[in-house]
């Protein structure tokens, strides 16, 4: 199976400032097709996740373009660029290349 | 507007046997694959089995293995998940979600809890 290592898994973050959550895969996520298979989720306290990014870099609609991701391969970042009390929560990547499909542990994060 | 409502959670003992089902509205069902995705409480999401378009491919991760069943019915837009032999560690959130490379919509979740 693919393991999604996620760091850190907690991230304490100040409003305003920046914060940013690594993502590694024990596998290329690259596919036969061409298209790198890796998704940003953001799941807030008592709600159902929610995607953010798909395809390592493209944002869904509504996502606030403070969101942003970058990366290939096995390497992968989501980054915030000016954090907001709304973005409190836990993120996870989640691989859609190989099966299983696998996720990283998650990150908290919290406001300091 | 897309929707995605699970039901059929509940408290089962172990060994027993539920199903789950997850009405979709809002989109042509049939022309998407579909997901189960789980979360145990207070834990990390579990991706649980995928369906591709038309049932023809389905797929199951380990732990469920031989003990869960997942299947469609697109004339009822609906999504199923048949689970026998439950196990206490079976304990989760259960979400649908469509799509199973980059699952865009879930839905709220249906509670399963096995304990006798």
């Known amino acids: 199976d693919v393991v999604m290592t996620q760091s850190p898994l907690s991230l304490p973050v100040t409003l305003g400032q920046p914060a940013s959550i690594s993502c590694r895969s024990s596998?290329?996520?690259?596919?036969?097709?061409?298209?790198?298979?890796l998704n940003w989720f953001q799941q807030r306290p008592g709600q159902s996740p929610r995607r953010l990014i798909y395809?390592?870099?493209n944002r869904d609609s509504g996502v606030p373009d403070r969101f942003s991701g970058s990366g290939s391969g096995t390497d992968f970042t989501l980054q915030i660029s000016r954090v907001e009390a709304e973005d409190v929560g836990v993120y996870y990547c989640?691989?859609?290349?190989?099966?299983?499909?696998?996720f990283g542990q998650g990150t908290k994060v919290e406001i300091k | 507007e897309v929707q995605l409502l699970e039901s059929g959670g509940g408290l089962v003992q172990p060994g027993g046997s539920l199903r789950l089902s997850c009405a979709a509205s809002?989109?042509?069902?049939?022309?998407?694959?579909m997901s189960w995705v789980r979360q145990a409480p207070g834990k990390g999401l579990e991706w649980v089995s995928s369906?591709?378009?038309?049932?023809?491919?389905?797929y199951y991760a380990d732990s469920v293995k031989g003990r869960f069943t997942v299947s469609r019915d697109d004339s009822k837009n609906t999504l199923y998940l048949q689970m026998n032999s439950l196990r206490a560690e079976d304990t989760a959130m259960y979400y649908c979600?469509?799509?199973?490379?980059?699952?865009?919509?879930w839905g709220q979740g249906t509670l399963v809890t096995v304990s006798s």
């Open positions: 596998q290329s996520l690259v596919f036969s097709d061409g298209n790198t298979y």
């Open positions: 989640m691989q859609g290349t190989h099966w299983p499909r696998t």
């Open positions: 809002g989109f042509t069902f049939s022309t998407y694959h």
């Open positions: 369906i591709s378009v038309n049932g023809g491919n389905t």
């Open positions: 979600a469509r799509g199973m490379t980059t699952p865009d919509y």
């Open positions: 395809k390592v870099s």
